[in-house]
């Protein structure tokens, strides 16, 4: 069993770029695929990354996601912030010992 | 246009029992393995269970295991969650969420049904 691990929040203005991260705590990042979910307060969520660092169509290409083996995390990317960015972001991935799937805590980003 | 539609939440006593239904349009719903997903307030998401399509194989997340039961019919394009022994924890929006051809992860997510259990 693992979990992933987000910063509870983070912000930036907009036009800027922020990062956020998602840490595995055992295994390696790269057994399984990582997601990014996008939830607005009052919604369900939607896929903004998949499969690591796949975009759905219809996603700006100011999203972006990687994984970085040698810090054990995936990072989602998002350049030039619009304040309609402002939402909460969760990673997921998939535990495959137990057929688990595995979300992080969430990050609320904020764009001021 | 995908369309998933949740129903059945509501106000339960502890110890009682609810059924969640999550009725499916606009795509081959027999074709496609479907999970329940679930969010308390103000906190983050929970994986509930999955089914695959046939509904041959079934998981739970060991939070729910031996409580909730997971269904499908297939020519009725629905899934249900059946939860017993509801406890103050299990209170939540609970989402129906389509997953991916075997990927584990979620393309389309129903908007959620509020199950709150209390006295």
């Known amino acids: 069993n693992f979990m992933l691990t987000q910063p509870h929040s983070v912000s930036e203005s907009p036009g800027k770029t922020v990062t956020i991260s998602c840490t595995r705590s055992s295994g390696s990042i790269a057994s399984n695929y990582v997601q990014w979910y996008q939830q607005r307060p009052g919604s369900a969520p939607t896929t903004v990354i998949y499969e690591d660092n796949q975009r759905p169509s219809g996603v700006p290409d100011r999203f972006s996601g990687s994984i970085d083996s040698s810090s054990n995390s995936a990072s989602l990317t998002i350049s030039g912030l619009k304040t309609e960015d402002e939402a909460d972001y969760y990673c997921q991935s998939y535990d495959s010992s137990n057929q688990d799937v595995v979300f992080g805590g969430g990050t609320k980003l904020t764009v001021l | 246009e995908v369309q998933l539609v949740e129903s059945g939440g509501g106000l339960v006593q502890p110890g009682g029992s609810l059924r969640l239904s999550c009725a499916a349009s606009?795509?081959?719903?027999?074709?496609?393995?479907m999970n329940w997903v679930r969010q308390a307030p103000g906190k983050g998401l929970e994986w509930v269970s999955y089914i695959s399509s046939s509904g041959s194989t079934i998981y739970y997340a060991d939070s729910v295991k031996g409580r909730f039961t997971i269904s499908r019919d297939n020519a009725k394009n629905s899934l249900y969650l059946q939860m017993n022994s509801l406890r103050a924890e299990d209170t939540a929006v609970y989402y129906c969420?389509?997953?991916?051809?075997?990927?584990?992860?979620?393309?389309?997510w129903g908007q959620g049904t509020l199950v709150t259990v209390s006295s």
């Open positions: 606009g795509f081959t719903f027999s074709s496609y393995e």
């Open positions: 969420a389509r997953e991916v051809a075997s990927c584990y992860y979620f393309d389309y």
